[in-house]
């Protein structure tokens, strides 16, 4: 394996997390969506310019294929993913942390997938904004406003559910 592919293998973790986020929680889409990058990335390697970020170059045929899937299906998905089961018994502890990240899950779902893209990229993928400019086709100037008013939305909609929240009173 050559070191490059070593390096593609290394970022499958980071693929999978944001096919994920483009998909809206679908596992089984997102894995394809993977499948498909690494396919294309693979079979295109020698137009990767070593020395560029190969995350931003994978991330770019990750949503060029996306924008194309949701081209070809005539619209954005309508789905909504079902709750991940969880196998281990839940304590008190356990189960306000999997309210809490439900909670996260369902503001970020409701974001608008330029806002929700735009939103992974930077604060879970560590991309700068001009890397995520390239990786989307985008001003700079975009990046940063639409990732102003997704994190303005999400702290909107996080409060929102705060007040009907019980807490634990020791």
Same mark, same amino acid.
């Not at 394996?1 to 290394?10: F, G, L, P, T, Y």
């Not at 930077?122 to 975009?142: D, K, Q």
């Not at 303005?152 to 019980?166: G, I, Y």
């Given at each position: 394996?050559?070191?490059?592919?070593?390096?593609?293998?290394?970022l499958i973790p980071r693929l999978r997390r944001y096919a994920r986020v483009l998909l809206r929680g679908d596992?089984?889409?997102a894995d394809d969506l993977v499948q498909d990058c690494l396919e294309r990335a693979l079979d295109r390697l020698g137009r990767w310019r070593p020395g560029t970020d190969l995350r931003a170059w994978l991330f770019t045929i990750m949503h060029n294929l996306y924008v194309n899937q949701v081209r070809r299906a005539g619209a954005a998905p309508r789905f909504v993913a079902l709750p991940e089961q969880y196998d281990e018994p839940a304590g008190a502890?356990?189960?306000?942390?999997?309210? =809490?990240? $439900? #909670?996260?899950? /369902?503001?970020?779902?409701?974001?608008s997938d330029q806002q929700r893209e735009i939103l992974v990229l930077?604060?879970?993928?560590?991309?700068?904004?001009?890397?995520?400019?390239?990786?989307?086709?985008?001003?700079?100037?975009?990046v940063m406003s639409r990732l102003s008013r997704a994190r303005?939305?999400?702290?909107?909609?996080? =409060?929102? $559910? #705060?007040?009907? /929240?019980?807490r634990r009173v020791k």
């Open positions: 394996m050559k070191a490059s592919e070593a390096q593609i293998v290394a596992t089984i889409a502890a356990r189960a306000e942390r999997c309210t =809490e990240l $439900d #909670e996260l899950q /369902r503001a970020i779902n409701s974001l930077v604060s879970l993928e560590g991309l700068r904004y001009r890397e995520v400019a390239a990786v989307l086709g985008v001003p700079e100037g975009t303005q939305q999400l702290r909107t909609l996080l =409060e929102e $559910d #705060e007040p009907h /929240r019980l």
